[in-house]
């Protein structure tokens, strides 16, 4: 199946800096990403969808001046947990679709943990 | 609002028997559905669809099927394997290639 790479698969950062984390699709052109966050026990809740050259839309309650996506190309997207703080503390997966995938691809995940 | 459910949050059965997992769903424009894996910090692994046409679908030991009328799709695992123990999601969308809807997750442990 298709390959999405996700990086870093996890870091530590302390609280008030920024974390970026990269979502890329390997072998094919993902004209759309999403991007998950999955707390302990809970299920994978999705943050936002981007489309390839234009703003992400948010799902409702997720700061979208706090967690900046870009979607600059077809292989790449960026989530950047801008002051982050220990509650953002969690697990963020990417997942990537094209028009002619019936399913979506999932990166490996990235743990972060804010101290 | 959860609009796909997984009423078990956690499943064991006997190496060799079935697994039997469910899921419902609240949205009636869900007409895509899919099961993935997911073991322990790392991403889902995609298993298994359905598309709202069907009402089975198999491959391999694994089957899934829909009952739109009842709004709940079921994925059976059938033999069970150790390996299989993992956190199953099913998840729904509006079409394909749109975003997914994720159920809460069942962890299924498969006994040797």
């Known amino acids: 199946g298709a390959v999405v790479s996700q990086h870093p698969s996890w870091v530590i950062c302390k609280s008030g800096t920024s974390v970026k984390i990269e979502c890329r699709s390997l072998?094919?052109?993902?004209?759309?990403m999403f991007w998950y966050r999955q707390f302990p026990k809970q299920s994978l809740m999705l943050m936002a969808t981007?489309?390839?050259?234009?703003?992400?839309?948010?799902e409702q309650g997720v700061e979208k001046d706090k967690f900046l996506i870009n979607h600059a190309s077809l292989t790449l997207s960026t989530l950047t947990v801008t002051s982050a703080h220990p509650e953002d503390s969690s697990f963020y997966i990417c997942s990537a679709s094209s028009p002619v995938n019936t399913e979506a691809f999932f990166g490996q995940g990235t743990r972060l943990t804010v101290v | 609002d959860q609009q796909v459910k997984q009423n078990s949050p956690s499943l064991s059965v006997q190496e060799g028997r079935i697994s039997i997992l469910n899921c419902d769903y609240t949205?009636?424009?869900?007409?895509?559905f899919l099961w993935y894996k997911k073991y322990p910090a790392e991403g889902p692994t995609f298993l298994i669809s359905i598309s709202s046409i069907k009402d089975k679908n198999e491959d391999g030991r694994f089957t899934v099927f829909l009952n739109k009328s009842a709004k709940h799709l079921s994925l059976h695992i059938v033999p069970s394997q150790p390996g299989d123990s993992a956190v199953y999601f099913c998840?729904?969308?509006?079409?394909?290639?749109?975003?997914?809807?994720f159920g809460t997750g069942t962890s299924l442990t498969v006994i040797p």
């Open positions: 981007s489309n390839e050259g234009s703003k992400a839309t948010y």
């Open positions: 998840a729904a969308s509006k079409d394909t290639g749109n975003q997914f809807y």
């Open positions: 072998d094919f052109q993902a004209t759309t």
């Open positions: 949205n009636s424009m869900f007409d895509y």
